[in-house]
């Protein structure tokens, strides 16, 4: 039976890269993969970016209302009828790899588990569990509810100790308080007073940036 994987881990833990990764060692095998992500996340616009500087065009992309399923039995049949879109001893699309999946909704984590369990093809979800207020995304809260399979990816803070945050900065300085979704600035040209960017904090070093509060109001 195919599964539903969460990847997840703290900001700068090359979730992105792993997936991209994960995607070129399908194909070098011959095999057919499918790249999807929340249209939400308007960084890069439909392009999945590694901070390494891989880039990749995604399939397709998941508005909030949108079933998640339905957008990909329909790219899935496209590239099975689409002349010479499956290489020679690939009938099939081989994984679905969704990047930033803590911006999906919870149906549409419902979704990617039909597509695993009903549908027969695995599903690789990476993001990124909590926001920088320490509190679930909707989407990632599901997924560790239901994914077969949990696997953390590893990063470090300033300090070198493990993170576990995801620090939110405003200006050269911390915040604690905003909408739950703030997407960084595309590009330095726009960079101001507000752009946003976010550090990977461990457990003791939000506490002394949030002032001992761990999950501010």
């Known amino acids: ?30 095999q057919r993969v499918l790249l999807a992500k929340p249209a939400i996340d308007t960084k890069g616009a439909d392009q999945i970016e590694s901070r390494l500087g891989v880039t990749r065009t995604a399939d397709f992309l998941i508005g909030p209302a949108d079933s998640a399923r339905e957008k990909f039995l329909a790219e899935r049949e496209r590239v099975r ?15 679905l790899l969704i990047d930033e999946a803590q911006f999906l909704t919870g149906p549409q984590v419902d979704d990617l588990f039909r597509i695993a369990v009903e549908d027969g093809i695995p599903v690789m979800a990476y993001g990124i569990r909590t926001d920088f207020r320490t509190e679930a995304f909707p989407g990632s809260r599901r997924l560790l509810e239901i994914a077969h399979t949990l696997e953390e990816l590893k990063t ?16 050269g300085r911390f915040v604690f308080d905003g909408d739950q979704v703030a997407i960084d600035a595309a590009s330095a040209a726009v960079r101001d007073e507000h752009f946003v960017t976010y550090q990977s904090l461990c457990g003791a070093c939000y506490l002394e940036e949030s002032g001992g509060i761990l999950a501010p109001s």
Do not use: H, W
């Open 81 to 95: 009828t689409e002349d010479g879109a499956l290489l020679p001893g690939s009938p099939d699309v081989a994984c």
């Open 1 to 30: 039976m195919a599964k539903l994987y969460f990847r997840y881990g703290a900001m700068n833990s090359g979730k992105s890269t792993s997936l991209l990764q994960a995607a070129y060692n399908y194909e070098e095998r011959g």
């Open 156 to 171: 470090i803070c300033r300090c070198g100790r493990k993170a576990l945050f995801n620090g939110r900065v405003i200006g």
